[in-house]
C-alpha cells in the first residue's frame, strides 16, 4: 500500500486533479496538506471531495504547521488535535525540531534539515523522536526541485538521517509534497529515486506502513489511555 501524507491542497478543483492522477500512478492514499491559515476554510471542501473522489482513491488531510514559533505551534497543535488525522510541522530551525519531538500531540516533524547544512538531527534528538512516536518526513519534491550543490547537500543530509534512522529506529515517512500534476510521480519512480539516496526496499515500505499506522492511530486517539493501551467498547 503507497501512501502519501502531503500532497499540498488548493482547490477542489486542483485537489481532484492531483488524486485522479496520484491513482492512475499506483498511489492508494493521500493526504492534502493545509497550513494553520487554510485548515478551517479546506475542512468545508471535505465533503465535495469526498465525493468527486468515491472508489477512486482514499484521502484525508495534514494540518501543516509552518512557525518558528513554538508557543504558537503547541496552541496549533492542540486547537486542531481533534480535527486533524495528522498534524505535521515544517522543520529547519533547530528549537523547533527540538520542540516538535518533545510533543506527542505532533505527529510528524517535516523536513528537519530545510535550509540547513546539517540534518537537523542528532543522537538526542532522535531518541526524542522514538520516545513520542513523533515521525521525521523526508520530501521528494526537495530532490525533484534541487540541482547541482543545492540536491547533492539535501542528499548528503538525508543519508545522514538514514545513520540515525537505522541505529535509532524512530518513524521515517517519505512524502512527494506534491503542489501540481507536474510533481506527481509513479510510485517506481518515487522508490526508485528514493533507493538511489541510500533507502533499501524494506526501508521505503516501511515507510509507507508508518504513515499507515500514524492515520490508524489518530482515529483512535480519543481512546487512548496511555501508548499501547486503548479504551474498547463493552459490547456485552
Known amino acids: 500500500m503507497f501512501f502519501d501524507l502531503n ?3 488548493s482547490s477542489l478543483e486542483n485537489n481532484i486533479k492531483l488524486a485522479n492522477l496520484a491513482s492512475q500512478y499506483g498511489w492508494h492514499h493521500i493526504n492534502f496538506s493545509y497550513n494553520q ?11 465535495d471531495l469526498r465525493d468527486s473522489l468515491e472508489n477512486i482513491i482514499d484521502f484525508d488531510y495534514t494540518l501543516e504547521i509552518k512557525s ?13 488535535r481533534n480535527q486533524a488525522l ?3 510541522v515544517v522543520g529547519g530551525d533547530l528549537k523547533v525540531n527540538r520542540a516538535v519531538l518533545e510533543n506527542v500531540k505532533i505527529d510528524v516533524l517535516s523536513r528537519p534539515y530545510l535550509k540547513r547544512y546539517d540534518s537537523g538531527l542528532n543522537h538526542v534528538l532522535a531518541k526524542e523522536a522514538v520516545m513520542n512516536n513523533v515521525a521525521i ?4 519534491k526537495d530532490i525533484l526541485r534541487s540541482y547541482l550543490a543545492p540536491r547533492a547537500k539535501i542528499i548528503s543530509n538525508l543519508r545522514d538521517i538514514y545513520t540515525l534512522y537505522r541505529k535509532f529506529d524512530f518513524p521515517l515517512i517519505l512524502s512527494s509534497r506534491a503542489e501540481s500534476v507536474f510533481d506527481i510521480k ?8 528514493f533507493k538511489q539516496t541510500g533507502l533499501t526496499d524494506d526501508e521505503i515500505h516501511k ?5 499507515k499506522d ?12 496511555f501508548k499501547g493501551v486503548r479504551r474498547v467498547q463493552d459490547e456485552a
Do not use: M, P
Not at 514559533?69 to 496552541?75: L, S
Not at 518526513?137 to 521528494?140: A, N, S, T, Y
Not at 492515520?215 to 486517539?221: A, D, G, P, Q, V
Open 137 to 140: 518526513e523526508l520530501c521528494f
Open 68 to 80: 518558528t514559533n513554538i508557543n504558537e505551534i503547541r496552541k496549533v497543535s492542540n486547537k486542531f
Open 186 to 193: 509513479t510510485t517506481h519512480d518515487f522508490l526508485a529515486v
Open 214 to 225: 500514524i492515520l490508524e492511530f489518530n482515529k483512535h486517539r480519543d481512546d487512548l489511555i
Open 37 to 47: 491559515n487554510d485548515f478551517q476554510n479546506a475542512l468545508t471542501l471535505k465533503t
Open 86 to 88: 495528522c498534524i505535521s
Open 207 to 211: 515507510s509507507f506502513k508508518t504513515s
Open 7 to 9: 500532497v499540498k491542497g
